[in-house]
């Protein structure tokens, strides 16, 4: 009988090497590997550089020249807005400036019905900054991005990589990007969503104390686990050379000067001031806080024409695996630079700002 399912035979290098003892794959050493030992990378990694001012300070606060075109309707208190009755494709530089300090606040906002087409998309985000090129990227403008429909729970035994759980785009980067937008152009009727976290909800439930531990640590950033994954598994050739980066656990947003976590669970791997019991300590506990954070959650129905808009420094996504056939789901994201993630101590949280407001305090 055919699964639904099926193990990916055909490209893990571990179905290649079944025990005798038990039946089942065993796992190959990266360096043992002969895909991703003979695969030499393009590319030199990234170096660091400072990009153009973000375009969320150009906006309005108010925003007045964006919700004169558009219906600006909240879908939960913490995270995620659905702008209603516009086209995306016909927005202006100062309403495009608008919708991203929106971006900002509300971590990710979302259209339905839209006519944009790959070349607008590109167009657009260009205005937002420097497109960045993911690691398994083929055009330089945009990257395709699919679904997952295999069992990912067993595959997680054979792969490093935890492709499905939550993260910001590439934060592995000395440059990590600051905004993504996903365009879908094929999706099945049902399957395939996507759910983001609100970074900002994430540090503000965190108690005092473990506020102050994480303001003091580095999160440890790789992309070692993705590049040999996307060898492995996917058949792809990264564009260049794993890496780790050690960034701020909690970071000051650069526009909304809020504190947000960061710290994801598929590309950190500890803390570089811990040793390695502490660090996984932390990183269980952060995992069972980031998947019990209801309260700070977004989950987005796609449908063809759907839009999402989402900022990769106040958010946390990943896409829900689903049984749905493969290749019905294809969407075009792209992506920009932003800046080395920074952590200013003069910075507060989302909940601390609104109770300073609400008593008429000032900074």
């Excluded at 729970?153 to 993260?167: A, G, I, N, S, V």
């Excluded at 094929?186 to 531990?213: C, F, I, N, R």
């Amino acid at each position: 009988m055919a699964k639904i399912r099926p193990a990916p035979i055909e490209s893990l290098e571990a179905y290649k090497h079944i025990s005798p003892d038990s039946g089942y794959p065993t796992i190959v050493h990266p360096q043992y590997n002969p895909k991703i030992k003979a695969h030499i990378p393009p590319d030199a990694p990234h170096k660091v550089f400072t990009p153009s001012r973000d375009r969320g300070l150009y906006a309005d606060p108010e925003k007045k020249a964006l919700f004169a075109v558009a219906k600006p309707v909240d879908l939960t208190e913490s995270i995620g807005t659905e702008l209603k009755n516009v086209q995306l494709s016909q927005l202006g530089n100062q309403q495009l400036d608008e919708l991203a300090a929106l971006v900002n606040e509300r971590g990710v906002v979302f259209f339905r019905d839209q006519d944009l087409t790959t070349e607008r998309q590109v167009e657009i985000f260009e205005h937002f900054g420097i497109l960045d090129k993911h690691t398994t990227q083929k055009d330089t403008k945009h990257f395709i991005v699919r679904g997952n429909n295999a069992d990912w729970r067993t595959e997680l035994k054979y792969t490093p990589w935890p492709m499905t759980e939550f993260h910001a785009d590439t934060s592995f980067e000395i440059n990590p990007p600051s905004y993504s937008l996903l365009r879908m152009e094929e999706h099945p009727e049902v399957g395939g969503d996507t759910s983001w976290l609100s970074a900002y909800g994430l540090y503000d439930e965190l108690s005092p104390h473990m506020q102050k531990l994480l303001e003091g640590l580095h999160a440890i950033h790789t992309s070692r686990l993705q590049y040999e994954t996307t060898i492995d598994y996917f058949n792809d050739k990264p564009n260049r050379p794993p890496i780790d980066t050690h960034h701020p656990a909690v970071r000051t947003h650069p526009v909304t000067g809020l504190k947000a976590l960061n710290v994801n669970l598929a590309y950190c791997t500890g803390f570089a001031e811990l040793k390695k019991a502490e660090s996984d300590a932390l990183l269980q506990f952060l995992n069972l806080h980031i998947h019990s954070s209801d309260d700070h959650y977004v989950r987005w129905r796609w449908a063809v024409g759907s839009i999402a808009m989402w900022d990769n420094r106040a958010t946390l996504h990943r896409v829900i695996p689903g049984n749905y056939a493969s290749g019905a789901r294809r969407g075009v994201r792209t992506t920009v630079f932003g800046e080395k993630p920074f952590y200013d101590p003069k910075s507060e949280g989302r909940q601390e700002r609104a109770e300073r407001l609400a008593d008429g305090r000032k900074v």
